[in-house]
């Protein structure tokens, strides 16, 4: 038992080195695959845009030999509504905060076994701790993003085995614009495996 969760432990950190060494999670998922979360965004520069309990889905579309399409809903006015997808590679380092996996810095600061409970049950997870930065580049419609990034995966869960984040950064729009300072949580609710159903 103890040499299984040290080797998920060792498989999950190398799938996060810059070096693109190791398994990369996403290589083993499958269409309708899915994991739903929780997910709090406070955002103390403009409150009104906060978001408390919101409902979010990953779900696998499309399995290819180079990667999966990963498609994003969320609950509005009690059905799923798309929020589009992206196509994550499956032989590159796998990049659990979407919004990250372009143009950003990461830097692992820390990495460590911790247990995570979900709905009475407790995962063995691989704790990492990243600082990321990303510059505004206004070419490529992408925003400023500089802070830190944690997050807890495991084996265990389908679409990229991610439990739960936890982001604290700020961000721009343009190089002139006002940082907007964020805090955001994601922690998972419920998966399944090849049996999503919209």
Known sequence: MTKILITSFVLLVSALDASGQGTNPVAK???????????NTQNATLPSLSVQNQDHWRVVSVVLPTG???DNYVMIAGSHTSMGGSLLPSNKPFE????LSNGAK???VSSTAENVTVKGKSYACT???RKVSRQVDMSNLQSGWNGSSTIWLSPDIPVGGLVKIENRYTTQLTPDSEPNS????????DFGFK???N
Do not use: Q
């Open 29 to 39: 998922a499958a269409v309708n695959d899915w994991a739903k979360y929780t997910v």
């Open 68 to 70: 999966v399409r990963i």
């Open 96 to 99: 659990p905060v979407l919004e």
């Open 106 to 108: 990461i830097e692992v």
């Open 127 to 129: 704790k990492i701790v």
């Open 182 to 189: 964020i805090t955001e949580t994601w922690l998972l609710s």
């Open 195 to 197: 049996n999503w159903k």
